[in-house]
């Protein structure tokens, strides 16, 4: 009796100690390309659900940074020209020396059972009416020992401070590596895409992800600064100290060419101003000739390293966006033993299960116009309908 009454304190004791993990489920959030450069990749996030009823989730989001935030001006410096410059100035300098800081944040929130993700991913990434982004949730087939894994490499990296990079540290690419860590998906997968060479380069890549996020929007546009930054009042500041390197605020793509070609052109302008400048300062001695120097080389190390045009890659360096991070966990199938000790295969995603969400307008219904012959006269009138009406 009472060896019974030990094992039965044991069992209820583990039962809170470890919860039970098959009743975890995680799953990868997938954000499309946005029309402003700060969101012109895209964005990964991870859901951590515990139970299959339960609404109440983890959100884990690393790269936690808005780029965007650069032409943000403080109260503090608004009035002064010329500190509002130094403050543009500084702020440039940050992110293109990838002086940027970020930290994985963890977010407890619900699903909201109309929208079928927390409202927060809603409201951040489907409530712009002026750009259409997708929104996939895919649950990650991964077994209860490499789930738990997979959340104990999250949770180390909470308050994390690192430095965010485009190519190298972001959303993406965090996210890629804590599940291609050794002991989740393993080092067999990781090596499968390292021992593969792409014929592309990250520039081609991330040229690509900018006329995606461009296309969101129905005038085809890349904003450097968003319209409503431009709407404010330091909108016009703004545009002078762009104009001042030889930036615009948007760029906008065509048939003759896409807007990331025209804000590259634009950028190889202001590399070149940014090495004017960075000359005619050195001869100061100053500190601002000094600064100068180091944001024109920021710039150029930014934008036009020999890293970003190597015409060739192993695979695995490409996968610095959310969408291929996605695309490569779509091939990925891992074998393990069932209870019966038999080697199962089983996808890491399941594409047909993949919830899918979007803000897209539906098509207008075509309009057509229907010509009436007046009975008494030669006269021709037009009435305009919609298909459904005739």
Not at 128 to 138: K, Q
Not at 335 to 359: S, Y
């Amino acid at each position: 009796m009472l060896k019974r009454f030990f094992f039965i304190i044991l069992f209820l004791f583990s039962a809170h100690a470890f919860p039970a993990l098959a009743q975890m489920k995680i799953s990868l959030v997938t954000i499309s390309p946005g029309s402003e450069l700060s969101s012109a990749f895209g964005h990964s996030l991870v859901l951590v659900q515990n139970g299959e009823t339960s609404s109440e989730v983890d959100l884990y989001e690393y790269g936690g940074v808005d780029l965007g935030s650069i032409f943000q001006v403080p109260d503090d410096v608004k009035g002064s020209p010329e500190t509002m410059q130094q403050h543009l100035f500084m702020q440039l300098y940050l992110i293109l020396s990838s002086s940027t800081k970020t930290q994985l944040s963890r977010v407890k929130t619900t699903i909201d059972p109309k929208k079928q993700i927390p409202a927060i991913l809603y409201n951040n990434y489907l409530s712009n009416e002026h750009e259409t982004r997708t929104l996939l949730v895919d649950q990650l087939n991964l077994s209860d020992e490499k789930a738990q894994t997979f959340v104990k490499h999250l949770q180390t990296d909470l308050g994390r401070e690192e430095s965010y990079e485009n190519f190298t540290n972001n959303c993406a690419t965090k996210v890629r590596d804590r599940l291609f860590a050794d002991d989740v998906l393993g080092k067999e997968a990781r090596d499968a895409f390292f021992d593969k060479e792409v014929p592309l380069s990250l520039k081609q890549i991330a040229m690509q992800s900018i006329d995606d996020g461009a296309s969101s929007t129905e005038q085809n546009t890349l904003y450097l600064v968003s319209p409503e930054a431009m709407r404010s009042q330091e909108g016009s500041d703004i545009t002078r100290f762009l104009r001042s390197f030889g930036l615009n605020w948007r760029f906008r793509g065509n048939p003759m060419r896409s807007a990331s070609q025209n804000f590259y052109e634009s950028a190889s302008a202001a590399d070149a101003k940014f090495r004017e400048l960075a000359l005619a300062a050195s001869k100061t001695g100053s500190f601002f000739g000094g600064a100068m120097i180091g944001l024109s080389n920021a710039f150029h190390e930014y934008f036009f390293r020999e890293e970003l045009v190597a015409a060739s890659n192993p695979r695995y360096k490409t996968l610095f966006t959310p969408k291929l991070v996605r695309e490569a966990l779509l091939e990925i199938e891992i074998e393990e033993k069932d209870g019966q000790g038999k080697l199962q295969k089983r996808r890491v995603i399941d594409p047909t299960k993949a919830l899918i969400l979007t803000n897209k307008k539906p098509p207008a219904p075509a309009r057509l116009s229907v010509i009436k012959r007046g009975a008494r006269t030669d006269t021709t009138t037009t009435a305009t309908t919609t298909a459904s009406e005739l």
